[in-house]
């Protein structure tokens, strides 16, 4: 018996059974003779219990008289269904029951006397606002709809939580008010109705012991362990993985499982499956799910792995693998590897179910036990219940996983800008939704403006023939050195062939290396004399030694020296590594001044376009202000970049370095994503003279002279009007006064390029003595001008 009342409520609860005692008395006045003699003797023993009809209300007087009850309610109860219902009297909505069932009492005996049978997420002041929606409904005739399915979670003597949903009866109750109840109006229903939330107001309305219920419930359980479970996986699942809850996530899935199974001593695990690799690894997902196939490995091949037939009817014809008793299997197959790994965690039953969405396999699902025979091929259908939603949620997960991977393609790997993908999207949205037919479409940008900026390493191609050719010298010195000690020992014209063949080669690259030499050279080391030192053994130690020492300062891939190629190498990524990062970071900057697209890329150096204008935003807000101000933004980076080299250049592996340049051009143009070079490009043959001029400008000499327009701690600003010219002459003088430029500022004409004449430049040599970190905007510079 459980009598445990909420401290607030609005009922005085009166328990009563006067509605069935006054049905005895009418049986009494029947005419059926057997029926009368009963219900006139049980009458007798209620007599003697007034409380029984006017209401008890001391849990004492239902302890003392627990049988007369139950001969009361014997109608009710029937001793014919007590082994099989779940049924008891009560209080709806109250921790009020007793007058068990058989078989009830036996699922609270098995809970332990330590259980506490609450309504699961309910509270007393839920309890309170739907005993005032008794009262509403049964006394003032509304129709407050507060129904919905309730439950017990008891635990069976196993420890598997069973999950019980409740159903009351309340045909023997009645519903009255006290002197202190208040009258409800038309006003307060419309009130009530709209804050069922609002705990005060519901017991302003319908004050505490306000109203009698005088009478009982009868409360009926269904075991709805399996749908319950379901419907707790859906929610799990539907939920986004989180491995800050990875351990209380894990252990709900397995507790889910155990109530499904009606098992205590089971595991569950996850094995993803590659079909194009035919591989078996752990699970990608963002929650850890032990593999008991894998057993600690992160991936296994299928070919070597699964050749078990069973389980190979698992890989390719997606049927349930089960296996009762891994022990006694496994002593008819002691090579089958699976059971060997299973064996090893000290599982003995298994089912090993496969996860199919359209026909794909996507993995597997493992539930395990140490129990033999505790898993088999009977209960191991008690999965097709569940399967279809984890298979849904992982093809989910999938779909999931993959899109992240596309985005970090898109972001990482791709020319789509933020700035333009406004425009894809709405290309691709039309695309979709158009159903005549609608075929993707060139993206197109009109009238932008662009700008291009370069920090170049200076003469890096020399460098990279130059140390190209010193790591071959050296190279080949070794091996003259290593065939002079080899003639030495064994006098065999073939050796002496091979150290003139070396010394003719050390000839030839005292010379400029041409374009294929190394990897001639390449060839001819690998395939003609690598493989002499590789298959002789000769009798000097010392000789030996000398060609282990010489193999061991080779290139593991090309069989090469790479020593002075790797030096320059690693200070070609460093210098453009330092330099992207300055321009990506000042770039998130340059973006909230006005949206414009922006790409970079990794050569010898780092170069930049920039393309601003109202085409790009779909905006009508553009000004040339924001053009003048990305220019000027422009050069403060360069700038910035020229002081961050000069601090990096002492510490680089090898000494270089850079130039910088400005494009500067006057008229906009159209820019179009090529579809099938996956990349933007200028559109029609006036716009091209910009490419032309960016593809061959860096090269150019000063006109009528042999000097370069770029040189080292200088930038230099080509341009074609004299307008432009002023511009940039006034961001100078800005510099200036910031004191990052110096006072050495060169005007010049530029040789006449091929297709390209008329160009001129501004080369301007920038100050170290300090870093200056800020950045200007336009509006600063036209202020600071003025002043």
């Not at 009563?16 to 049986?27: G, P, R």
């Not at 080949?476 to 070396?502: D, G, R």
């Not at 490009?681 to 061959?696: C, F, M, P, Q, T």
């Not at 002023?726 to 530029?750: A, C, G, H, P, T």
Request: charged share 25%; with cysteine.
């Amino acid at each position: 018996m459980i009598f445990e009342q909420f401290h607030d409520n609005p009922f005085e609860v009166q328990i009563s059974f006067h509605k069935v005692i006054e049905t005895l008395e009418d049986i009494a006045m029947s005419d059926v003779d057997y029926r009368a003699n009963y219900a006139k003797g049980l009458l007798a023993e209620i007599a003697k219990v007034p409380e029984l009809r006017t209401g008890i209300k001391n849990p004492e007087i239902i302890k003392e008289h627990q049988q007369l009850i139950r001969n009361l309610l014997s109608d009710l109860f029937p001793t014919a269904l007590t082994k099989n219902e779940i049924k008891a009297v009560t209080i709806p909505f109250h921790n009020i029951t007793f007058n068990y069932s058989e078989r009830f009492q036996d699922i609270l005996n098995n809970a332990g006397p330590d259980f506490d049978m609450t309504i699961r997420d309910f509270d007393g002041q839920r309890s309170y606002i739907i005993s005032c929606c008794m009262i509403m409904n049964a006394y003032y005739g509304q129709h407050f709809d507060f129904s919905k399915p309730f439950f017990y979670d008891i635990p069976s003597k196993e420890g598997i939580v069973k999950h019980y949903r409740i159903m009351y009866n309340a045909d023997f109750m009645e519903i009255f008010p006290t002197e202190k109840a208040i009258e409800i109006t038309d006003d307060d229903v419309k009130l009530l109705m709209d804050n069922f939330e609002n705990f005060d107001i519901w017991k302003e309305k319908f004050p505490p012991e306000s109203w009698i219920l005088k009478g009982f419930g009868i409360m009926s359980l269904f075991d709805s362990t399996t749908e319950n479970a379901i419907s707790n996986l859906k929610t799990n699942l539907l939920a986004k993985p989180d491995k800050k809850d990875d351990n209380s996530l894990q252990q709900s899935f397995l507790s889910i499982f155990q109530s499904i199974f009606n098992l205590p001593d089971i595991r569950i695990g996850y094995t993803s499956f590659d079909a194009q690799n035919n591989t078996l690894s752990t699970s990608p997902f963002d929650i850890t799910i032990q593999s008991h196939i894998l057993n600690g490995k992160t991936e296994l091949d299928c070919g070597s792995f699964c050749c078990d037939e069973p389980f190979d009817e698992l890989i390719n014809e997606q049927k349930y693998f089960v296996i009762s008793d891994v022990k006694e299997q496994l002593h008819d197959e002691p090579e089958n590897l699976l059971l060997q790994q299973l064996a090893r965690q000290k599982i003995r039953s298994a089912i090993f179910a496969p996860v199919v969405k359209n026909e794909k396999l996507l993995g597997i699902i493992e539930v395990v036990s140490a129990t033999r025979r505790l898993l088999n091929s009977v209960n191991s259908h008690k999965l097709d219940i569940v399967l279809p939603y984890i298979t849904d949620t992982i093809d989910r997960y999938y779909i999931d996983i993959q899109n992240q991977i596309d985005a970090l393609i898109q972001k990482e790997y791709t020319t789509i800008h933020p700035s333009v993908y406004w425009k894809f999207r709405d290309e691709a949205s039309q695309h979709l939704h158009d159903t005549a037919g609608f075929s993707l479409h060139e993206i197109v940008f009109q009238n932008v403006y662009p700008l291009y900026g370069q920090i170049d390493i200076k003469g890096s191609s020399v460098m990279r023939n130059k140390t190209t050719q010193e790591d071959i010298k050296f190279q080949v010195n070794l091996l003259i050195s290593i065939f002079e000690s080899i003639y030495n020992l064994q006098k065999l014209p073939l050796f002496e062939q091979k150290i003139f063949e070396l010394r003719d080669l050390l000839r030839l690259l005292n010379d400029q290396i041409k374009a294929d030499a190394e990897q001639l050279i390449q060839n001819y080391l690998r395939n003609d004399l690598h493989p002499v030192l590789k298959s002789n053994r000769f009798d000097d130690e010392n000789l030996n030694k000398q060609i282990s020492a010489y193999f061991e300062k080779l290139d593991p891939n090309t069989e090469m020296i790479y020593d002075a190629r790797k030096k320059f190498d690693s200070t070609v990524a460093i210098i453009n590594k330092k330099m992207a990062k300055i321009l990506d970071e000042k770039q998130v900057e340059a973006q909230a001044y006005y949206p414009h697209y922006y790409e970079r890329f990794k050569t010898d150096g780092v170069e930049h376009n920039l393309y601003i204008g109202n085409s790009i935003t779909n905006e009508a807000n553009f000004d040339m202000l924001y053009l003048y101000n990305l220019r000027l933004w422009q050069l403060q980076v360069m700038c910035e970049m020229e002081k961050h080299y000069h601090k990096l250049q002492p510490e680089l592996p090898y000494p270089m370095e850079v130039a910088s340049l400005i494009l500067a051009f006057h008229h906009p143009i159209t820019i179009r994503f090529r579809m099938d070079e996956k990349r933007f490009d200028v559109d029609g043959s006036y716009n091209a003279r910009y490419e032309v001029v960016k593809k061959r400008i860096d090269k150019a000499f000063i006109k009528n002279s042999q000097e370069r327009i770029t040189q080292q701690n200088k930038i230099t600003i080509v341009y074609t009007q004299q307008a432009e010219e002023l511009e940039y002459k006034r961001y100078i003088k800005f510099l200036q006064y910031q004191k990052v430029i110096s006072d050495n500022v060169e005007f010049f004409e530029i040789e006449d390029l091929q297709g390209v004449s008329g160009l001129k430049a501004i080369r301007v040599e920038v100050l170290y003595g300090q870093t200056e970190n800020r950045l200007y905007s336009y509006n600063e510079l036209l202020e600071t001008i003025n002043s």
